[in-house]
């Protein structure tokens, strides 16, 4: 079965860090961008970073870039996304993606999401 499962989602306070991982399985995701999308309540989901999984290029939103990195574990065919400086605008469902484009444009497979909370 071709997944995509997160996990590290939590409660912290303003300031503080998480790390999300994203396990991939089912499948080989080496042509694959893999990424992280998020969804506040009541808003639509956009993108947070990717990494192309052959090369590890980097592309994150303004919102995140120099708070948050993405890399992967390929002999673990997993994907982190360490977020650091943490603030109440980054609550939301996280999302896991693998698809194509260095923002995602097209995803092909979404994993469940993982809850972010940030208190103030």
């Known amino acids: 079965q071709v997944q995509l499962v997160e996990s590290g989602g939590g409660l912290v306070q303003a300031g503080g860090s998480l790390r999300l991982s994203c396990a991939a399985s089912?499948?080989?995701?080496?042509?694959?961008?893999m990424g992280w999308f998020r969804q506040a309540p009541g808003k639509e989901r956009g993108f947070v970073a990717t990494?192309?999984?052959?090369?590890?290029?980097?592309y994150y939103a303004d919102s995140v870039k120099g708070r948050f990195t993405i890399s992967r574990d390929n002999g673990k065919n997993t994907v982190l996304l360490q977020m650091n400086s943490l603030k109440p605008e980054d609550t939301a469902v996280y999302y896991c993606?693998?698809?194509?484009?260095?923002?995602?444009?097209?995803?092909?497979?979404w994993g469940r999401g993982t809850q972010v909370t940030v208190s103030s």
């Open positions: 089912g499948r080989t995701f080496s042509s694959y961008y």
């Open positions: 993606a693998a698809g194509y484009g260095s923002s995602l444009v097209t995803v092909a497979l």
């Open positions: 990494i192309r999984w052959s090369g590890g290029n980097t």
